[in-house]
């Protein structure tokens, strides 16, 4: 069975920090590209970073040198450090894991960046 939960969203002030956790079932977290993609309701769905299992990293030129994906494969989670945030980074977070040709996603965490 295929679990993922994202936590960590909230309401920071511009400038502030954030820290999301994306936790996944262990048979679906090992061997595989895990990513954040964020989302606007009613507007598509936008890649932010991805890490593969390797360590291999990928980031959206609007995060790049403010966000870091990162994650441990003993607690089969993956974290998006979020910092410097600005009110354009408001939006639901989701973790997305890649099992071609399919991604699996969580529910979505939201966050909320004030000015």
């Known amino acids: 069975q295929v679990q993922i939960v994202e936590s960590g969203g909230g309401l920071v002030q511009s400038g502030g920090s954030l820290r999301l956790s994306c936790a996944a079932s262990?048979?679906?977290?090992?061997?595989?590209?895990i990513g954040w993609y964020r989302q606007t309701p009613g507007k598509r769905r936008d890649f932010v970073a991805t890490?593969?299992?390797?360590?291999?990293?990928n980031y959206a030129d609007s995060v790049k040198g403010r966000f870091t994906i990162s994650r441990d494969n003993a607690k089969n989670t993956v974290y998006l450090q979020m910092n410097s945030l600005q009110p354009e980074d408001t939006d639901v977070y989701y973790c997305?894991?890649?099992?071609?040709?399919?991604?699996?996603w969580g529910q979505g965490t939201q966050v909320t960046v004030s000015s």
């Open positions: 262990g048979s679906i977290f090992s061997g595989n590209t």
């Open positions: 997305g894991v890649q099992i071609a040709p399919f991604i699996y």
């Open positions: 890490i593969t299992s390797g360590g291999s990293t």
